[in-house]
């Protein structure tokens, strides 16, 4: 499994443990000053009506989340 993989599994289920959404969809991964960024979106339920949230998450080299973002698409 490649660096890239591996980095998209950990946010993956890091979102999916938090957020529980029917599904993660990752749009871009990128590396930048030793941190692997990671951003996409997932659906979630907001008092009955569909909305996308998107995320930004930055992993470490060791696969430690080190910062998370999420707001409402």
Do not use: A, Y
Request: with cysteine.
């Amino acid at each position: 499994m490649s660096c890239v993989e591996e980095v998209q599994r950990i946010v993956v289920e890091f979102v999916k443990k938090r957020k529980n959404p029917p599904r993660v969809e990752i749009s871009s991964i990128e590396h930048k000053d030793g941190v692997w960024i990671v951003r996409g979106t997932c659906p979630i339920d907001l008092e009955g009506h569909p909305w996308r949230e998107i995320f930004t998450i930055e992993v470490d080299r060791k696969g430690k989340i080190k910062n998370m973002d999420f707001s409402l698409l």
